[in-house]
């Protein structure tokens, strides 16, 4: 937590759940990574955190921004983030979405499927699009495999046709899973992409441009690489498939964009036990998987949780819960959450690295609880 959220949350009291989120370590993210991949143009993937406050942050800095909807692109336009830095990259549209984007000046799109090429070539004549193949994310801790991407022989005859169908075949994406924990799997990914490239080229079809995607990591639980790390594995990659033959690079970073710069407060609802001898005791907090915490399902991304006690006291095993008349919604149960014996109702926790895939996520009124609640500082 930074001093700055720390003030903040003292001086302010905000009634809870609500997150903080500090621009400035946005910014000092954004920045990172610009200069540890400079050739590398971010297009930042606004679903994992589309503040007001975070776009306007990041477009001040001349970020670019991955979209999934007309509801996404009229944010970016809101904070005055022009088309030519937005990409309409969700390999799912509507045709009157594509249509409405190709009237207000989008020029770059993705797709996965013949049916989407078909929708681009109606309704964004001329546009550049790439194809997203299909890539294992073998290491991903929230993986987006199977949904998104086709096969590289299918992703190859499309681009081929694509030109052929009045639009601009510009590249090929990928993303190697979301939280990604091995650094070898952009290597493995590029090594695809890059043979292709040479195939294409082949037949006369130049691409121009690879997506890497996201897959940068936040800091929760389970320890992992410092980016300079997955920045100098993604270097290494690209230089090893691509040679004196660069392409246009692109990144999507989401997550470890904002993760970091999040602290979500939360309010100890309830501490009970289920029976006289049950070891666990159960922790309801007045956050859960309907108000911000999804990312909780399957307990795949396992936060790091703050209490007002000293770590190193006194500590036992709990599960840990949310507010609402749903049994889905608990956090943790297998997982194993040790918290202090002194945690009493009342008290506050902080759950760290929230920034990202959480305000969103939060269901509207479920039970009556408000969305989770922004301040951006
Ligand atoms: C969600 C998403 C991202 C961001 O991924 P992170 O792992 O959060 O960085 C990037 N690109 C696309 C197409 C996405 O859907």
Redesign the pocket.
């Given at each position: 937590m930074t001093d700055r959220i720390r003030r903040f949350l003292a001086d302010k009291q905000p009634e809870t759940p609500c997150l903080v989120v500090d621009l400035d370590v946005v910014e000092f993210n954004y920045r990172r990574m610009r200069e540890l991949l400079p050739q590398a143009k971010i297009f930042y993937?606004m679903?994992?955190n589309p503040a007001n406050e975070v776009l306007a942050r990041l477009g001040k800095l001349g970020s670019n921004f991955?979209t999934?909807s007309r509801g996404e692109i009229e944010l970016c336009f809101a904070q005055g983030v022009g088309a030519e830095r937005i990409s309409f990259?969700n390999t799912i549209k509507k045709e009157k979405d594509i249509a409405w984007a190709h009237q207000n000046g989008v020029r770059l799109y993705?797709f996965d499927s013949e049916a989407e090429l078909q929708k681009l070539a109606r309704s964004a004549p001329g546009a550049r699009v790439f194809c997203r193949v299909l890539v294992d994310c073998d290491g991903a801790e929230?993986p987006?495999s199977k949904k998104?991407g086709c096969a590289p022989d299918m992703a190859r005859d499309l681009l081929k046709r694509a030109n052929d169908m009045g639009l601009e075949a510009y590249g090929v994406?990928f993303?190697v899973g979301?939280?990604?924990t091995d650094l070898d799997q952009w290597d493995r990914a590029l090594a695809q992409v890059s043979q292709m490239f040479y195939a294409l080229a082949e037949t006369g079809i130049d691409l121009k441009m690879v997506n890497l995607?996201?897959?940068?990591p936040a800091r929760y639980r389970k320890d992992v690489a410092p980016v300079e790390a997955y920045c100098e594995a993604v270097q290494r990659a690209l230089v090893r498939h691509f040679g004196n033959r660069m392409p246009e690079v692109i990144i999507?970073?989401?997550?470890?964009m904002v993760g970091d710069a999040g602290v979500l407060q939360s309010e100890v609802v309830l501490i009970s036990r289920k029976s006289a001898n049950d070891r666990k005791r159960w922790v309801y907090l007045d956050v859960g998987k309907f108000g911000g915490l999804a990312e909780t399902m399957d307990e795949s991304i396992k936060y790091r949780i703050t209490t007002p006690y000293p770590a190193g006291g006194r500590s036992g095993p709990v599960v840990l819960a949310g507010p609402t008349c749903d049994s889905a919604d608990i956090l943790y149960e297998k997982t194993e959450y040790k918290m202090p014996l002194a945690l009493k109702v009342g008290d506050k926790v902080e759950i760290l690295s929230t920034g990202?895939?959480t305000t969103t996520y939060a269901s509207v009124a479920f039970n009556g609880f408000a969305p989770l609640k922004t301040y951006c500082i």
């Open positions: 993937a679903k994992a991955d999934a990259g993705a929230w987006l998104f994406s993303h979301s939280q990604q995607g996201g897959g940068f999507e970073p989401g997550r470890s990202a895939y």
